[in-house]
């Protein structure tokens, strides 16, 4: 969406652009220094691009919401449903609420407000075809609304349930149940009904981290009670696995822009596991605030360090003992180095 940043930087240099293509038109008598010339004198392109500043802004907004690392999942649906919302009662009829899979063209006010800006800049330039630029932002937003609702999920109405999972819902006495959302994930007729229980009950707990929806189900998940078990632990595990969903493709992106870093060509024989391992490693120290300069290793883990108790398997195959682990091939120990940390 870099492109609302660029239309800004056009308006405030509008009058500049078009003397710079009127020159060199003129001098240089470059055809597509004509065509650029040309577009400036035309005030209509300048108006369009003064509805699409914040059009465009709106969206932009919650774009970068879905792309940040530190957002909050349980809101970021209600922010994607609010500005289908927003934009779609630009162009409708006032009052009139559509129905799901409902086409805009049949709702559409004949003489929308289209902002302040906007509506400004036309009653002072009077172009002539003002009726052709309305028709051309109306159906700029229409189609951007149909684009927007065709990416809406079929099951939203449940998914924005997720908004119970945050921190002022989840811990309010008054809340309603969670079942409906908990079905889309769990069919055990048991476990859901132990979820219904912990759900009713979690508020009577006191927890520390009611600042951050994340913290506080990783509190509830720690938790223990008397005898050392976790009275919410079906809550907590289907919490975490809703918030864990990936909310757009930012953070799978993210993931191989890592992965390139990691996996470079002087290092382009790391194996799958050595290549995970050290991305769990990169993130597992992010998630805690730490690095690789001065996370301290524990001693038990020291004490691998350069023998092939390092490179043991963890895990071992059925009936084998301890002794018969399956060790890492001499190509695979090479890709372990102390480097990879970083």
Known sequence: MSIVSAIVRILQQWDELKTHFEIARRDERCFTAQLLYEMFSDKKNYVFLIFLKHILGEVQSVNKKFESEVQDPTKLLNDLVSLVDSITAKIIIPGRKLKEGESLQNHLDPHPYLGYEFEKEMHQCKIPQEREIRERCIQFVVELAEQLRQRLPDNVKVLKKMSLLSVNECLNQIKPGILELAQMFVTNEEILTRIDFQWKKLHYMSWNQ??????????????????????????????????????????????????????????????????NAILTIRYGLRRHGSSCHTYKLPQEVLKKIGTLRAYEATTQQPGSSKDEATLYSEEEIGDWELADLE
């Open 210 to 275: 009611t600042s951050n929806t994340l913290d506080l189900w990783a509190e509830i998940a720690s938790y223990r009670d008397a005898s050392g078990e976790n009275p919410f632990c079906d809550l907590s595990d289907l919490a975490l696995t809703i918030l864990s969903l990936p909310h757009s493709n930012a953070d799978v992106e993210r993931v191989f822009s890592h992965m390139n870093i990691v996996k470079s060509k002087l290092r382009n024989r790391l194996n799958l596991k050595s290549l």
